[in-house]
């Protein structure tokens, strides 16, 4: 059974930059593409974006300037990084597998990050 | 950005009685090479990921009840739940893929 589970601090400072693991069990990274995407408090939900094992990454123009996300393929885990962080970036922020017609089947639980001094 | 536009916002429904949730899309959702529409439909409880219920606007994934259906195609889309249980209780989103960036709906609460 496949199960991605999040990992990262909860609480970010401004201007400061949001890290993320998210690591996958019960199946190889290398294959299907692999995205972010988040949920500020009470709101719908956005995607961030994604990458493929080869390391090939599509991002969200809106977050594009600050967003990397990264793989590491010895350790089935995906990363994000989102630099310059403001309150507006507090969201559960999710991992998610996508596969035929770029449905995402398997997700996270989610990590609540708060962007707070 | 093709933009999903949900309808209606809320809903309350009795037990027993059908749902009807509408998507629609500013740009067709329909990829010519492969006639296939990148719509999707997620059902999220409150405290949990969203749970794909139906991709490719109408294909029902594995394990969700057959009460839940999705029609629709090009920039229209429902999601009906022919007999709402308690369960069913939750916020549904739609989601495109056919350009990027994916989007997806508002959502829509459904309420007993």
């Known amino acids: 059974q496949v199960q991605l589970q999040e990992s990262g601090p909860g609480l970010v400072k401004p201007s400061e930059t949001l890290s993320l693991i998210c690591t996958v069990s019960?199946?190889?990274?290398?294959?299907?593409?692999w995205n972010w995407i988040r949920q500020p408090p009470g709101k719908g939900l956005e995607w961030i974006g994604f990458?493929?094992?080869?390391?090939?990454?599509n991002y969200n123009p809106s977050l594009k300037s600050r967003v990397t996300i990264s793989v590491d393929t010895s350790k089935n885990q995906f990363s994000l990084k989102l630099t310059s962080v403001t309150a507006a970036d507090t969201a559960v922020y999710f991992c998610?597998?996508?596969?035929?017609?770029?449905?995402?089947?398997?997700w996270g639980q989610g990590t609540m990050v708060t962007v707070s001094s | 950005d093709i933009v999903m536009t949900q309808s209606p916002d809320s809903l309350a429904v009795s037990l027993g009685e059908r749902a009807t949730i509408n998507c629609k899309s500013s740009?067709?959702?329909?990829?010519?090479?492969?006639?296939?529409?990148?719509l999707t439909w997620y059902q999220q409880k409150p405290g949990q990921p969203p749970k794909l219920l139906i991709y490719?606007?109408?294909t029902r994934e594995s394990g969700v009840p057959d009460r839940f259906s999705g029609s629709g195609s090009g920039t229209d889309f429902t999601l009906t739940i022919s007999s709402v249980q308690a369960e069913d209780v939750a916020v549904y989103y739609c989601?495109?893929?056919?350009?990027?960036?994916?989007?997806f709906g508002q959502g829509t609460k459904l309420e007993i």
């Open positions: 989601q495109q893929y056919n350009k990027s960036p994916c989007t």
């Open positions: 019960g199946d190889s990274i290398s294959t299907y593409y």
């Open positions: 990458i493929y094992y080869s390391g090939s990454t």
């Open positions: 740009q067709s959702v329909l990829f010519s090479s492969n006639n296939k529409n990148y």
């Open positions: 998610a597998r996508a596969r035929s017609g770029f449905a995402f089947d398997i």
């Open positions: 490719w606007a109408s």
